[in-house]
């Protein structure tokens, strides 16, 4: 019996290996060229070429750095302006919530009944109605592809199952979600799904070849 | 392959001047560590346009994230790690995967690690013998593209830049056997592939040992 490829590899390393296992490789001239074999094999790993210098590397990265500095701006700008829109939002609620209450309860009581929207939960639900959007246009997509074909791959069958009952499940936590977050996260798991979903499903639709 | 630099950027002052950002600085970092980085992102991704994209990932994260280096262990550690890092994150991520999966499904070569894509040529510079020996490299580069995303990954940190199977393991969130068993499938791949491509003239055919 030869020793495996994992005990020529700890041997070769120099990391403990079962005494009887060193003493039949240094015994047997097979296992001594199957242990010289995986020496050779990572010194030419090693001697592999680099990659070459890209001379548009710098530029290229410097690109980056800079649209990663402008889209920082971008999202900043829109926070401000987000802050600005909630809090105009919340100005127009209290507003409305204070002429539309008794007047006997007084401004502060209808100050008390506005549940005033933080910036955060604003941008959270812009960003659900931006999901909300992409998982229509996918909803979409999906449709076009019409129904599954009779003949289904075996590939892609069970993923397809899967990511369906993901997808379901998800519709149903979408409906008990609590806040503004975790409604943003539930959306944006479903636009992954529904992206791998559509995918799948076009390999499915395409012609199974016999 | 060529290693990471181990350049004293506390003692060179490159660190400051790239904190404050002088240009030159930034460029001279990048410089230094472009064909590593590069160099071990083509070997990990396999696909020539991710593994570009990956490396210059890399390069914004470490000129973004300078003032997060510490001083404690070598800067090229540092930097070694954030592109081990960025790496994995590409191999992992769904999108990604399912990515490569659906290329698989489509045949679109492109999109699959191993599908023969060109290989770097040797540098300008190569004598008479590293072009013989070229053949020898495709080869090698060709079969180590074929390997799995994993497998791929684990036998070039080990056996290339000498992590070891346990800090491997980690990265992997797994353990050190997962690394060795990994490593010990990624050899007998290698061998195998390499058999059938009828490399290693110069050696004695593994089919004989075995």
Redesign the interface.
């Known amino acids: 019996m030869?020793a495996?490829?994992?005990h020529l590899?700890?041997l070769r390393d120099g990391e403990p290996v079962d005494a009887a296992v060193r003493a039949h490789v240094e015994s047997c001239t097979?296992c001594t060229?199957?242990l010289a074999?995986?020496s050779?094999?990572?010194a030419?790993?090693?001697?592999?070429?680099?990659?070459?210098?890209?001379e548009r590397?710098?530029s290229?990265?410097r690109e980056?750095?800079a649209a990663?500095v402008r889209r920082a701006r971008t999202r900043a700008r829109f926070d401000r302006a987000a802050v600005a829109a909630s809090l105009a939002v919340i100005a127009a609620a209290v507003a409305w919530r204070v002429s539309d209450a008794p007047a006997t309860h007084g401004d502060a009581t209808a100050a008390r009944l506005v549940a005033p929207l933080t910036a955060q939960e604003a941008i959270a639900l812009d960003r659900v109605a931006q999901l909300r959007t992409q998982s229509a246009a996918l909803e979409d997509a999906l449709a076009l592809l019409g129904e599954r074909p009779a003949v289904q791959r075996a590939?892609?069958a069970m993923p397809i199952d899967t990511l369906e009952a993901q997808v379901q499940w998800i519709d149903h936590r979408i409906s008990a979600s609590g806040d503004a977050f975790e409604a943003e996260q539930l959306w944006r798991e479903r636009v992954?799904a529904m992206?791998?979903l559509v995918?799948?499903r076009y390999?499915e639709a395409?012609p199974i070849a016999m | 392959?060529?290693a990471f630099p181990d350049i004293d950027v506390v003692e060179s002052e490159l660190l400051e001047r790239a904190l404050a950002g002088d240009d030159g600085a930034l460029?001279q970092i990048?410089?230094a560590f472009?064909?590593?980085v590069?160099?071990l992102a083509?070997?990990l991704l396999a696909h020539r346009a991710a593994a570009?994209d990956v490396a210059?990932?890399v390069?914004?994260d470490v000129?973004?994230r300078l003032h997060q280096y510490e001083g404690r262990g070598s800067f090229a550690g540092w930097v070694r790690s954030i592109a081990v890092s960025r790496c994995l994150m590409h191999l992992r991520s769904?999108?990604q995967r399912?990515r490569r999966w659906?290329g698989r499904?489509?045949g679109d070569d492109d999109a699959e690690a191993g599908s023969g894509e060109e290989?770097?040529?040797?540098?300008d510079a190569a004598s008479a013998h590293a072009a013989h020996e070229?053949g020898?490299?495709i080869d090698?580069?060709r079969a180590?593209a074929r390997l799995g995303d994993t497998a791929r990954a684990v036998?070039?940190l080990h056996?290339?830049e000498g992590y070891t199977h346990a800090e491997i393991g980690a990265m992997f969130g797994a353990s050190a056997s997962f690394s060795?068993?990994q490593?010990?499938r990624a050899?007998?791949r290698?061998?195998v592939e390499l058999q059938s491509e009828g490399v290693g003239s110069s050696?004695?055919p593994?089919s004989s040992?075995?």
């Open positions: 030869h495996r490829v994992e590899l700890s097979e060229a199957a074999e995986t050779r094999l990572r030419r790993l090693r001697t592999l070429p680099s990659a070459p210098p890209d590397g710098w290229r990265v980056r750095l990663r590939g892609t992954d992206n791998t995918r799948l390999v395409q | 392959m060529p460029e990048y410089r472009e064909r590593p590069r160099t083509r070997r570009e210059q990932d390069f914004v000129i973004t769904p999108w399912s659906l499904q489509l290989f770097w040529p040797v540098d070229s020898d490299a090698l580069d180590l036998v070039w056996d290339v060795k068993s490593l010990a050899h007998e290698l061998r050696c004695m593994v040992i075995y």
